[in-house]
């Protein structure tokens, strides 16, 4: 809610929903599973602010790696929220996964499903690997993702069918060549995002392959379908759907004004008396503090941004090549 809030109010970020008017009026009314390609820095976020704007902010799950529950804060957060955790080795993974998914079966609330099916972030040098792999395996090749992994995904297909309603195909980017970035965001910086909820893929879960060979085969074809539409939006600027600007609503902005007045008004008074004691050995410890708080708000910065990236994508798809 948060970040949400230095989204929607701080950076003032426009996020443009295309999609069909009849679907419009299902999303968070139901559970699904959200499909998200994975280009830039802020995608999440742009994720996270889709589900705000439809009221399954709080319900909403996503399928991340491993060392963001190790994140101050967040990392916390997100654990005692059941948010799905994986290293990224599917032999080890399997079963907490498995394990953690079917605990969503009796979840108490609609909620969406949010996954990554590429993996990690795009760029240039894992697209190139990626596509190596492909021409090896005879898998169709994509000019705007990487290959999907389709193993989680068949799983979560397997784990949630019949409680969850359908599928949305979800597509992101951004006007103008626009290169968004977290700290571009917490520095106030606009940016307008174009978001495509496909109306093709408003589907019940049920006529998604359960077989996970089938399941793969369904996958690498709705990414084929993916990259066509990435191709349109580059050549016209707009994709092939009714645009819509979701309400935005004051519940993000209220909960920060809350812990803001709860938490600086304190903090400030500490400060002003440390000021006024005029001891060099307290303010030197405040200012250590201080620093080493900027050091790993950078740092958590620092995990979204793409030339810092993993190199998961690099190594693993080297090693299928071998």
């Not at 809350?258 to 400030?268: D, V």
């Not at 200012?287 to 050091?295: D, H, L, N, P, Q």
């Given at each position: 809610s948060e970040m949400v809030m230095l989204l929607e109010w701080w950076s003032g970020t426009d996020c443009t929903l295309y999609t069909d008017p009849e679907s419009y009026h299902k999303y968070g009314k139901e559970n699904a599973i959200v499909i998200l390609n994975h280009n830039f820095e802020i995608d999440f976020l742009c994720g996270w602010n889709f589900c705000e704007r439809f009221g399954v902010l709080g319900s909403s799950k996503v399928l991340a790696k491993k060392e963001l529950s190790y994140m101050p804060i967040i990392g916390w957060m997100w654990y005692f929220l059941e948010i799905v955790f994986c290293k990224r080795k599917w032999e080890e993974d399997r079963k907490t996964v498995v394990q953690k998914l079917l605990?969503?079966?009796d979840y108490p609330e609609n909620f969406w499903f949010l996954i990554h099916c590429e993996g990690t972030r795009f760029t240039e040098q894992k697209h190139q690997i990626s596509m190596q792999v492909a021409e090896a395996k005879g898998l169709p090749k994509l000019k705007y993702h990487l290959l999907p992994r389709t193993k989680g995904f068949a799983v979560t297909v397997q784990c949630l069918r019949n409680v969850v309603s359908a599928v949305y195909d979800s597509t992101l980017n951004f006007r103008n060549n626009e290169n968004p970035t977290l700290l571009g965001v917490l520095n106030g910086k606009k940016y307008h995002a174009d978001l495509y909820v496909r109306q093709v893929i408003h589907i019940l879960i049920q006529d998604v392959p359960e077989d996970e060979q089938e399941c793969s085969t369904w996958l690498h074809k709705l990414y084929q379908e993916k990259d066509a539409f990435q191709e349109e939006y580059y050549r016209t600027g707009a994709y092939p759907a009714v645009p819509t600007v979701p309400p935005?609503?004051?519940?993000?902005?209220l909960n920060?004004?809350?812990?803001?007045?709860?938490?600086?008004?304190?903090?400030?008074?500490l400060l002003i008396n440390m000021i006024n004691s005029g001891s060099?050995?307290?303010?030197?410890?405040?200012?250590?503090?201080?620093?080493?708080?900027?050091?790993?708000?950078?740092?958590?910065?620092?995990?979204?941004?793409?030339?810092?990236?993993?190199t998961y994508g690099n190594n693993d798809n080297k090693q299928k090549q071998k």
């Open positions: 605990s969503l079966r935005r609503r004051p519940w993000t902005l920060w004004l809350f812990w803001a007045l709860l938490l600086l008004y304190p903090f400030f008074k060099s050995l307290t303010l030197a410890s405040f200012a250590f503090v201080i620093i080493i708080a900027s050091v790993g708000v950078r740092w958590m910065i620092g995990v979204t941004e793409i030339n810092k990236g993993s």
